[in-house]
């Protein structure tokens, strides 16, 4: 069920919410959550999608607000209630902001839509501040979700990572890295246990999680990592390969194709694992299952990324 409300008021969403859920037998308990989506226009039904989505494994309300930033429009608060089949496991509110209902204070917006006694997760997945912990918005939740890898430049938003870091922040370049985190550690727990000497991370330039890795593997095994961005032209799309290096030789984790990689580890034939790039809902659903600070993530964007050799960060092109 979809309810339109044009030129309307917060009270009156929240009138029109109850006697939507009334009406189509649709009810709030259950709801774990509110997520609290900042986007535009243009990404509207991309991120609706992939939080009804993530709504199945976390049924909560999803808030998802648009601001028009036009200095000559009139003040006005559009907004639409979607619930049942076109909500999945939640119940979606969106709300176009126009002149100064969208200048002023973000947070009056939301207030009065959020479900009482439950967690707050604001995610931002293209236009982000450069301090999402200090707006308004931010400021209301226990975890706030960045997305690197629609940055304009990638690189340098992960740089900046570290800098603006508070309890409760985390990006989607750091989720992507899950499936790869899990395979190198699963290597390392398997004889031979020789320690590794030294790390090679290679991948695409616009794959903010090739940083993110290369931060991690520093952190972690305390050893020297060479690590940069490849051309377009050699590899296009996400991580490339990790190289393991020890004394009984080195353990590779090489994609061959953008789903595909191949483990290659000495006295033992190759390994072609299924290594395909994280859909936006498996990220977001992971996020969501947690919603206590990531140590880890902090620890990697701020003590990992300072133990980086300035010299491996030499290409970001």
Same mark, same amino acid.
């Given at each position: 069920?979809?309810?339109?409300?044009?030129?309307?008021?917060?009270?009156?969403?929240?009138?029109?919410?109850?006697?939507?859920?009334?009406?189509?037998?649709?009810?709030?308990?259950?709801?774990?959550?509110?997520?609290?989506?900042?986007?535009?226009?243009?990404?509207?039904?991309?991120?609706?999608?992939?939080?009804?989505?993530?709504?199945?494994?976390?049924?909560?309300?999803?808030?998802?607000?648009?601001?028009?930033?036009?200095?000559?429009?009139?003040?006005?608060?559009?907004?639409?209630?979607?619930?049942?089949?076109?909500?999945?496991?939640?119940?979606?509110?969106?709300?176009?902001?126009?002149?100064? @209902?969208? +200048? %002023?204070?973000?947070?009056? $917006?939301?207030?009065?839509? =959020?479900?009482?006694?439950?967690? /707050?997760? #604001?995610? &931002?997945?293209?236009?982000?501040?450069?301090?999402?912990?200090?707006?308004?918005?931010?400021?209301?939740?226990?975890?706030?979700?960045?997305?690197?890898?629609?940055?304009?430049?990638?690189?340098?938003?992960?740089?900046?990572?570290?800098?603006?870091?508070?309890?409760?922040?985390?990006?989607?370049?750091?989720?992507?890295?899950?499936?790869?985190?899990?395979?190198?550690?699963?290597?390392?727990?398997?004889?031979?246990?020789?320690?590794?000497?030294?790390?090679?991370?290679?991948? @695409?330039? +616009? %794959?903010?999680?090739?940083? $993110?890795?290369?931060?991690? =593997?520093?952190?972690?095994?305390? /050893?020297? #990592?060479? &690590?940069?961005?490849?051309?377009?032209?050699?590899?296009?799309?996400?991580?490339?390969?990790?190289?393991?290096?020890?004394?009984?030789?080195?353990?590779?984790?090489?994609?061959?194709?953008?789903?595909?990689?191949?483990?290659?580890?000495?006295?033992?034939?190759?390994?072609?694992?299924?290594?395909?790039?994280?859909?936006?809902?498996?990220?977001?659903?992971?996020?969501?299952?947690?919603?206590?600070?990531?140590?880890?993530?902090?620890?990697?964007?701020?003590?990992?990324?300072?133990?980086?050799?300035?010299?491996?960060?030499?290409?970001?092109?």
């Amino acid at each position: 069920m979809i309810v339109d409300l044009p030129d309307t008021t917060v009270s009156k969403i929240s009138r029109a919410l109850v006697n939507v859920r009334e009406e189509g037998g649709a009810v709030a308990l259950g709801r774990v959550l509110t997520l609290i989506i900042l986007t535009r226009e243009g990404s509207l039904e991309e991120v609706v999608e992939a939080a009804n989505d993530a709504s199945r494994e976390h049924p909560m309300r999803v808030i998802v607000v648009m601001i028009d930033g036009s200095t000559d429009t009139d003040s006005r608060l559009d907004a639409q209630i979607r619930v049942g089949g076109d909500a999945g496991a939640s119940e979606v509110i969106t709300l176009r902001a126009f002149g100064e @209902a969208g +200048s %002023s204070n973000l947070e009056s $917006l939301v207030t009065g839509l =959020l479900l009482p006694d439950a967690p /707050v997760v #604001v995610w &931002w997945p293209n236009k982000t501040p450069e301090s999402p912990s200090t707006t308004s918005i931010g400021r209301i939740a226990q975890r706030r979700i960045t997305d690197a890898a629609t940055k304009s430049d990638p690189a340098a938003w992960v740089a900046s990572l570290g800098k603006n870091q508070a309890p409760g922040d985390t990006d989607l370049a750091w989720t992507r890295l899950t499936h790869w985190r899990e395979q190198l550690a699963a290597v390392l727990d398997q004889p031979p246990y020789d320690a590794v000497t030294a790390v090679q991370v290679r991948g @695409a330039a +616009s %794959s903010p999680s090739t940083a $993110l890795l290369a931060a991690w =593997l520093r952190l972690m095994l305390d /050893v020297p #990592v060479d &690590w940069r961005y490849l051309p377009e032209d050699e590899w296009s799309d996400g991580i490339k390969s990790v190289r393991l290096t020890r004394a009984g030789g080195d353990v590779v984790l090489e994609r061959s194709s953008p789903a595909i990689a191949c483990l290659t580890q000495p006295g033992q034939p190759e390994h072609d694992l299924v290594l395909p790039r994280r859909t936006l809902r498996e990220c977001l659903a992971e996020e969501l299952r947690r919603l206590d600070p990531d140590v880890l993530y902090g620890r990697v964007i701020t003590e990992g990324w300072e133990l980086l050799e300035p010299a491996t960060q030499e290409t970001h092109g």
